[in-house]
């Protein structure tokens, strides 16, 4: 059993845009050992594509171990067309699922929040998504992505069969449904479940196992289940309806793309991937920015480092139990956006642009 270590963080920066995003992030960090007196100890490594190239794996085998004893890992983001033709076993988002499913990160928070300096930003008229605050909770470790019997195999009359299993058991379900009833205990106090209970028994078998939940753990939690294709047709009618949205591993990776587009740019929303916590209070976990490693706008400087930001801001909180560093680092980022700084990304009339590095030292001198 590898121990964790305290206060120990991991940057796996990655492909694309991750590396200069990350570097963001390293600057903020700094920032907090020499002006808050924290010792935070910094080590950083390859995952995704560009270990590939220099290792021929997604992820080495001691980066993997380095990642299961530090407290928090802050990854950037992996992948790239260089990578796409790749085996299956060697794509660099393998190095992503291994560290979730691996380091055991069963619960997957991604929240959505408009900025009220950005509602034009949203494709949907203001009044839809102004004042939006989801959070949605995906079950990261199981269901399709990790079921078997999975593969791509030949069948009798010549053809190819490709096969991926979905399962959830009581228990996997029942984990991340506590992690969202106790969210919502201290947001609005609201969680909707979605599945396809209509078509799928693992989807009955959810929505099951969150109703006894529901009223064996949590009657004071308002509960409704929706079904997934419905919850992402109200996500565009009336997302305001919804306080946390609980879901598994496929319909959340969907959702919350969708959700995250409500708030006008996925350069803004972090996202936290949290394990148990051990006996001794312990947990393990990541954080990444929403985004992708953008390989369109790699090297310009023009990437947007908020989410990463926010990300780090999220492991202050859940992770490292710095509640009020936590509070500041956010409030800088809403500082620096109502000074009317915005990276390419988030650009309107009036505004003014700046590179990813700007944006990093503008975030970094409001915390001063
Ligand atoms: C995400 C991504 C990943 C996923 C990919 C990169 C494997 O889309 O984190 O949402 O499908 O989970
Ligand atoms: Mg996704």
């Known amino acids: 059993m590898i121990k964790i270590k305290k206060r120990k963080i991991l940057l796996l920066p990655g492909d694309g845009i991750g590396p200069e995003v990350i570097q963001e992030v ?42 299961l004893e530090c407290e928090v ?3 950037g983001a992996v992948g790239g067309p260089k990578w796409d033709n790749l085996d299956f076993s060697k794509k660099p988002e393998r190095a992503l699922l ?4 691996e380091l055991k990160l069963f619960a997957n928070l991604r929240p959505a929040i408009c900025f009220e300096q950005l509602v034009d930003a949203s494709t949907l008229k203001p009044e839809i998504v102004s004042g939006l605050d989801i959070m949605i909770v995906r079950e990261l470790t199981g269901g399709i992505y990790f079921g078997e019997p999975r593969g791509i195999k030949p069948i009798e009359n010549g053809e190819r069969k490709g ?52 009223d064996k753990e949590y ?19 009336n997302p305001k309806q919804f306080d946390v949205i609980v879901t598994d591993n496929l319909f959340g990776d969907m959702l919350s793309d969708q959700a995250s587009m409500l708030t006008g740019s996925l350069g803004l929303l972090p996202s936290a991937s949290l394990g148990a916590k051990n006996k001794d209070g312990e947990m393990r976990a990541m954080y990444e920015p929403i985004h992708g490693s953008a390989p369109d706008i790699v090297g310009q400087g023009i990437a947007n ?24 680092l956010e409030k800088a980022v809403q500082d620096v956006l109502n000074d009317g700084l915005r990276t390419k990304d988030i650009i309107s009339e009036g505004m003014k642009e700046v590179s990813t590095s700007v944006m990093g030292d503008a975030i970094i001198s409001k915390l001063q």
């Not at 291994?98 to 499913?101: A, G, T, V």
């Not at 947001?187 to 979605?194: E, F, L, P, W």
């Not at 599945?195 to 099951?208: D, F, I, P, Y």
């Not at 908020?306 to 202050?316: G, H, K």
């Open 26 to 67: 390293k600057k903020v960090i700094q920032w907090f050992n020499s002006n808050k007196s924290l010792d935070f100890e910094i080590d950083q490594d390859l995952a995704g594509g560009c270990s590939f190239d220099k290792h021929g794996t997604p992820i080495t085998d001691e980066v993997f171990y380095k990642a």
């Open 73 to 75: 890992v802050m990854l």
């Open 98 to 101: 291994k560290l979730r499913k």
């Open 163 to 214: 096969v991926n299993t979905h399962t959830y058991t009581t228990s996997e379900i029942v984990r991340v449904a506590k992690v969202a009833f106790d969210l919502a205990k201290k947001r609005s106090n609201k969680v909707t479940s979605c599945e396809k209970s209509n078509v799928m028994e693992a989807g009955q078998l959810w929505r099951e196992e969150v109703q006894e939940l529901h």
């Open 219 to 237: 009657k004071d939690v308002e509960l409704s289940h929706m079904l997934a294709d419905n919850c992402a047709m109200q996500l565009l009618k």
């Open 305 to 328: 480092p908020i989410a990463s930001i926010l990300s780090f801001a999220m492991a202050l909180r859940y992770s490292l139990d710095l509640d009020n560093e936590a509070d500041a």
